[in-house]
C-alpha cells in the first residue's frame, strides 16, 4: 500500500506500507505483529535499492513502513538536515498504528539515526512539553498525538553524535552539499534532494542530548568500526549518555549506513526488534 501522508506543518510524505512475510493468515489481526519503521540516510528514498533491500530483510520479522523524508524522492519540501524530520517519522509511525499495529520498532541509519533519537526523545510517554511542530489545542490532545506517533523500540545505526561533525573528508564534503548554493544545486539534481536554504534556527536538540531521554523506550546503537563518516567515538559517546540504558553493537569491518549493512546484521536487528515487548 502506497500513500502520501501530510505531516503536522504540512509537508506531503511519499509512504509504503507493507505487510511482512512472516504475516501468512489474512484474517488474522496484525495488532500482535511489530511494524519496523525505516528512516533512510540523507540522499536515499523509499525506491532507492539500498532502502528496499533493507525493507526485504526486515520483513520475515513483521510489518514494513518505508518512506521519504522531506526534500527526498516524491515527498515534499526541503530537507532540514535531520531537524523537521522529526515530524516525518513521528507522521509515518502514527499511519503505521492505523494498520492495527500495537508495536512500532524504528530502524534508521546516518541522518535518519538521528532523526529516531530525537524523535524517541520528543514523543517519549514521559515527554511533558509540546512537541515539534505543535499547532496549539489542548494537553490532552497533545497527549493523544504524542501516544500515536511514539516507538516502542529504537535502531540507530551510523548514527553522529554531535551536529556540525567535520572531522572526516567525507562529511567536508557534505557540510560542502548542504552549505553552499553550488552544493545544494548537485543535491537538487544530481541527487534527487532539495536542500532548505539557510541554518537551523534554534539548534535542534542533538543526538548525544536526546539519547537520556529515551529510557525506558528499548534503544540499539549499532555502528561500524570502519564507518568513513562519523568514527567510534561518537557511538560510544551515545552509548555513555545511555547510561546503561542502552545496547551497542561496533560492529568489525563494517563501513557506514544501509550501504554497509549485511544481510547477518539487517537479520539481527530485526530479531532484537520483534523481541522487543511495549
Do not use: C
Amino acid at each position: 500500500m502506497r500513500t502520501f501522508l501530510r505531516t503536522d506543518d504540512g509537508v506531503t510524505i511519499d509512504s509504503v506500507y507493507e505487510p511482512g512475510s512472516a504475516v501468512y493468515d489474512a484474517s488474522r489481526s496484525p495488532s500482535g505483529d511489530p511494524v519496523f519503521v525505516v528512516a533512510h540516510g540523507f540522499t536515499g528514498d523509499v525506491d532507492k535499492p539500498h532502502v528496499r533491500r533493507v525493507a526485504e530483510a526486515l520483513a520475515p520479522y513483521g510489518a514494513v513502513v518505508t518512506f521519504s523524508f522531506r526534500g527526498h524522492g516524491a515527498s515534499g519540501g526541503r530537507s532540514t538536515v535531520g531537524d523537521r524530520e522529526v515530524l516525518d517519522l513521528a507522521a509515518a509511525v502514527a499511519w503505521a498504528r492505523e494498520q492495527g499495529h500495537a508495536r512500532v520498532v524504528t530502524v534508521g541509519f546516518s541522518m535518519g539515526g538521528s532523526v529516531v533519537l530525537r524523535h524517541a526523545a520528543l514523543y517519549g510517554s514521559g515527554r511533558s512539553e509540546g512537541s515539534p511542530g505543535d499547532s496549539g489545542g489542548s494537553e490532552r490532545e497533545g497527549r493523544e498525538q504524542r501516544a500515536r506517533a511514539r516507538t516502542d523500540a529504537v535502531v540507530s545505526v551510523s548514527a553522529p553524535a554531535r551536529w556540525y561533525y567535520r572531522g572526516t573528508a567525507p562529511m567536508r564534503k557534505l557540510h560542502w552539499l548542504v552549505t553552499r548554493p553550488e552544493g545544494r544545486l548537485v543535491g537538487r539534481y544530481g541527487l534527487r534532494t532539495r536542500i532548505q536554504n539557510g541554518g537551523w534556527d534554534p539548534v535542534p536538540l542533538s543526538p548525544v542530548e536526546a539519547v537520556p531521554r529515551i529510557a525506558p523506550t528499548p534503544l540499539l546503537i549499532v555502528h561500524g568500526d570502519r564507518d568513513g563518516y562519523f568514527p567510534v567515538d561518537h557511538p560510544r559517546m551515545l552509548a555513555d549518555a545511555a547510561a546503561g540504558h542502552a545496547e551497542l553493537w561496533l560492529e568489525p569491518g563494517m563501513g557506514h549506513a544501509e550501504h554497509a549493512a549485511t544481510d547477518d546484521l539487517l537479520a539481527r536487528i530485526g530479531r532484537w526488534g520483534g523481541s522487543q515487548d511495549s
